[in-house]
């Protein structure tokens, strides 16, 4: 049986593992490996995909595999820039783009819709939130959210503009959990972690020069952690999913067989009080300007 869990208070339902579609991105994996990855989460019962503008081929490979199948998941995406005749950052270029994705995505509707790292100054502004909520009347978008970390994320939560918000939130990426976790939790806020596996940094015997895991690299290090009697990706993904306000934790993975372990994983419910302790006291212990990574 899929863990489900409600997205805030936005009437939606979403599995507890859901699908970060980051890695179906690339050229390297062929249409048949896509695919075979995209029909196999959903019969797993993995119900909630995540894609972005930003994420290769990601989207038009969505569209181009599930679209018989929409009605079995949540799809949310990003938008914000990269569409053609539009400055970046503007409330033209978000209102197109959630066109693009409609047509890219072969869709009639965004389940989610975030706006991808949008600087704060640019949501201070107004004009792109407006954007948003506009295709939200039009019915192009069901929930709108913001996706960020830190100054911008916190300003996203208290706004009341948003239906939810997505951040980094693993063991080396902590901070959202007495910052934002509790405040998403009381105005009704769906909260998607992402990242949930920090990038498996346990994997990189020597420091990942220039990987986007190098600094929950170093953090790791400095907190010194082991496993002990668990796997990593089975200590990581137990503590980053089970938090009162998680919606959905959504593990990248281009492989089917990964993508099946996580679901056992979360099965096997929240980790024992004491090991999740343990982390959090690592956590605190080393936190010296330990923001939220992008
Ligand atoms: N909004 C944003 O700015 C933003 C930023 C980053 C990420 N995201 C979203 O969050 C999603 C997840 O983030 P992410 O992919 O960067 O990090 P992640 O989920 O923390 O880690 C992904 C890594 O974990 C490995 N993995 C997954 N399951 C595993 C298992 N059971 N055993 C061993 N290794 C396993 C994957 O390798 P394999 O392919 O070998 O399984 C991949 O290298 C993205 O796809 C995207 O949807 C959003």
Same mark, same amino acid.
């Given at each position: ?93 978000? %209102? +197109? /783009?959630?066109? $693009? =994705? ?12 975030? !706006?991808? *790292? ?18 939200? %009347? +039009? /019915?192009?978008? $069901? =929930? ?12 996203? !939560?208290? *706004? ?135």
């Amino acid at each position: 049986m899929t863990l489900m869990r409600p997205y805030g208070t936005s009437g939606m339902t979403v599995s507890l593992l859901g699908f970060g579609a980051g890695q179906i991105g690339a050229p390297e994996l062929t249409e048949a490996e896509c695919g075979a990855l995209l029909h196999g989460l959903l019969d797993a019962g993995v119900t909630l995909v995540d894609t972005a503008r930003s994420y290769g081929l990601s989207e038009e490979r969505i569209g181009r595999h599930l679209a018989r199948r929409r009605s079995e998941f949540t799809l949310s995406t990003k938008v914000g820039y990269g569409v053609e005749g539009h400055q970046d950052w503007t409330r033209a270029c978000v %209102a +197109a /783009g959630v066109d $693009r =994705a409609l047509k890219v995505l072969c869709t009639d509707h965004l389940d989610l819709v975030h !706006l991808h *790292s949008c600087p704060l100054e640019v949501l201070v502004q107004g004009g792109v939130i407006e954007a948003l909520e506009e295709a939200k %009347a +039009a /019915g192009k978008v $069901r =929930a709108m959210a913001y996706s960020g970390e830190n100054e911008a994320l916190a300003y996203a !939560l208290v *706004s009341g503009r948003f239906d939810g918000v997505q951040c980094s939130l693993n063991l080396c990426d902590q901070r959202v959990l007495e910052n934002t976790l509790p405040k998403a939790r009381e105005k009704g806020l769906g909260l998607i972690a992402k990242r949930p596996l920090a990038n498996a940094p346990w994997l990189w015997p020597a420091r990942p020069v220039g990987e986007y895991c190098e600094v929950y690299w170093e953090r790791l290090q400095a907190m010194g952690l082991d496993p002990q009697d668990l796997d990593w990706p089975e200590l990581a993904l137990r503590f980053a999913a089970f938090h009162d306000g998680v919606a959905s934790c959504i593990v990248g993975t281009r492989r089917l067989p990964h993508l099946e372990a996580n679901l056992r994983i979360l099965r096997k419910g929240p980790l024992p009080s004491g090991q999740a302790a343990r982390l959090r006291a690592a956590f605190a212990a080393h936190d010296t300007g330990w923001e939220g990574q992008v």
